[in-house]
C-alpha cells in the first residue's frame, strides 16, 4: 500500500512523518480535524469539511496560514499520490510546537498534516451493531461545546471502551440534561412512525452525514425532525442507526439489551442507506490524475 503523508509542508513516507513531542496538538489535545471520504476517485463534500474545518479553528482561534484552495490541493494531492479511489482521509492542524505550557502564544504557527488510506472501518460489521448507554455525558455546550470537532477525544474515547467491555460495538451518549446527544464517532437517528428524528446539535458535533441524510430524506419524501428525544424513544423506536463519515450508515439492532426493529435493518434506514451509498459515488471533488513529474508538489511547497 502506498503510504505518502502531508507532514511538516512536504510530501513524505509514512514513516517519515512526524510531529514534534512539544506540540500542543499531542501535549494538550489542542488542534482540531476531520475526517473526510472519497467515493470513486472524488472526495465527498469536501467544501462542508473545509467549513467546518474554519469554523472549528475560528472557535479555538487557531488563526489558518492556509487558504481553503491550498487545503483543498494538500487533500486531493495526499489522495493522488496514494492512488485513492474509495478511501478515508484525515486533515488534521495542531496548534504547532511550543513549549511545555498550555499557553498557546509558545507555538510558533500550526502543523498540519494529511493521511489518505485506502479503507477505515469502525465496526466489525456494516450490517448492524449493538449499543449500550454510556456512563459518559457529552459535554454541555457551555463547556467544550462538541461542535468543535477538537483533537480532545478522550470523552469519546473513554465511552467507546466501555461500550466494547460491555460487549456491545458502540455508545450512545446522553447529553448533561440525560437527552441522547450522539454516538462516540456517528450521529444518531431513530425512526418512530414514518419519521426520521436526531438529535439538534447542541449536544454533539454537526454530522456531514447527518446533514446529507437529511437532505435525502426530504428529497425522498421521508418526514425528519431534529428534536431532542430521551433513551425511551430510542428503546422503542421501530428502527435506529448511526451515521457518520467514518461510520457510514449502520442499522443500530441492539439498545441496551432491547432487539431494535426485529434485529435486522428496517424499511426506512435501508431507503436512506441505498440512496446514501448511491449519491456519495455520484458527487464530490475530482481526484486528480498525479502529473508523472509530481509537478503539483511545487504548487503545495508554494502555499506553506
Ligand atoms: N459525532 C462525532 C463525535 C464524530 O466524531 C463524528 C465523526 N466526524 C460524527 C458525529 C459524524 O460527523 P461526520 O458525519 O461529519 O463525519
Redesign the pocket.
Known amino acids: 500500500m502506498t503510504n505518502i503523508i502531508y507532514a511538516g509542508g512536504r510530501f513524505v513516507n509514512g514513516e517519515q512523518a512526524a510531529v514534534s513531542v512539544f506540540d500542543h496538538g499531542l501535549l494538550y489535545g489542542d488542534g482540531i480535524f ?2 473526510i471520504r472519497a467515493y470513486n476517485r472524488r472526495v465527498f463534500k469536501l467544501d ?2 473545509l467549513d ?1 474545518l474554519f469554523d472549528s479553528a475560528q472557535a479555538m482561534r487557531l488563526a489558518l496560514p492556509w487558504s481553503r484552495g491550498d487545503l483543498a490541493a494538500i487533500v486531493l494531492e495526499t489522495c493522488a499520490r496514494n492512488g485513492i479511489v474509495d478511501g478515508y482521509i484525515r486533515l488534521v492542524v495542531t496548534r504547532g510546537r511550543g513549549d511545555l505550557g498550555i499557553d498557546p502564544r509558545s507555538c510558533r504557527a500550526p502543523e498540519l498534516f494529511v493521511i489518505a488510506r485506502p479503507s477505515m472501518a469502525l465496526y466489525a460489521s456494516r450490517a448492524g451493531i449493538a449499543v449500550v448507554t454510556s456512563s459518559f455525558r ?1 459535554p454541555a455546550p457551555d463547556t467544550l461545546s ?1 461542535a468543535i ?1 477538537s483533537l480532545n ?1 478522550v470523552n ?1 474515547v473513554l465511552a467507546r471502551m466501555e461500550a466494547n467491555d460491555r460487549g456491545a460495538d458502540e455508545a450512545l451518549l446522553l447529553d448533561h440534561q440525560g437527552y441522547v446527544a ?6 444518531v437517528f431513530i425512526a418512530t412512525g414514518e419519521a426520521l428524528i436526531t438529535p439538534p446539535c447542541a449536544t ?9 441524510v437529511l437532505e435525502i430524506a426530504a428529497r425522498l419524501g421521508i418526514r425528519a425532525e431534529e428534536r431532542p428525544f430521551t433513551l425511551f424513544e430510542v428503546w422503542i423506536a421501530r428502527e435506529a442507526f448511526v ?5 457510514e450508515i449502520v442499522p443500530v439492532l441492539n439498545v441496551d439489551g432491547r432487539k431494535i426493529g426485529g434485529g435486522e435493518i428496517g424499511p426506512l434506514t435501508k431507503r436512506i442507506a441505498d440512496a446514501y451509498f448511491a449519491h456519495v459515488r455520484e458527487t464530490g471533488t475530482p481526484i486528480p490524475a498525479l502529473a508523472a513529474s509530481g509537478s503539483s508538489r511545487t504548487s503545495v511547497a508554494a502555499a506553506e
Open positions: 476531520e475526517g462542508r469539511h467546518r457529552r462538541p470537532k477525544y469519546n450522539e454516538a462516540s464517532a456517528d450521529n454533539n458535533l454537526k454530522g456531514i452525514t447527518r446533514e446529507t451515521c457518520g463519515t467514518g461510520a
